[in-house]
Nanobody
Framework: QLQLVESGGGLVQFGGSLRLSCAASGETMDYYDIGWFRQVPGKEREGVSCITRRLIRTNYADSVKGRFTISRDNAKNTVYLQMNSLRPEDTAVYYC??????????????????WGQGTQVTVSS
């Protein structure tokens, strides 16, 4: 069974950068689309970005386009989310998730099967 662990969160100032990592274990993530989601307490989970299993397609929420970049290194079984020009409204717990046999780069949470435990990102103003 695929297991996901996020890392790289932390506290950063407005305009700063962070790179989140989503490391998979248990099996290869080659056959999974990977999505990044975020959630603030009291609010619905939001799809941030996704990348298909064969690097064919990526997608971003409008709120992060031009600032965030998703990438994957299948050799390292890891997906990254490079976050630049961070804003206070980016503050949230960030989760990565895996969708088996995908290929459509969905950013809908319920379509994903495996989830990590999340990593906190806090952007100060």
């Amino acid at each position: 069974q695929l297991q996901l662990v996020e890392s790289g969160g932390g506290l950063v100032q407005f305009g700063g950068s962070l790179r989140l990592s989503c490391a998979a274990s248990g099996e290869t993530m080659d056959y999974y689309d990977i999505g990044w989601f975020r959630q603030v307490p009291g609010k619905e989970r939001e799809g941030v970005s996704c990348i298909t299993r064969r690097l064919i397609r990526t997608n971003y929420a409008d709120s992060v386009k031009g600032r965030f970049t998703i990438s994957r290194d299948n050799a390292k079984n890891t997906v990254y989310l490079q976050m630049n020009s961070l804003r206070p409204e980016d503050t949230a717990v960030y989760y990565c998730a895996a969708r088996p046999l995908g290929g459509v780069c969905s950013m809908v949470g319920y379509e994903y099967t495996y989830w990590g435990q999340g990593t906190q990102v806090t952007v100060s103003s």
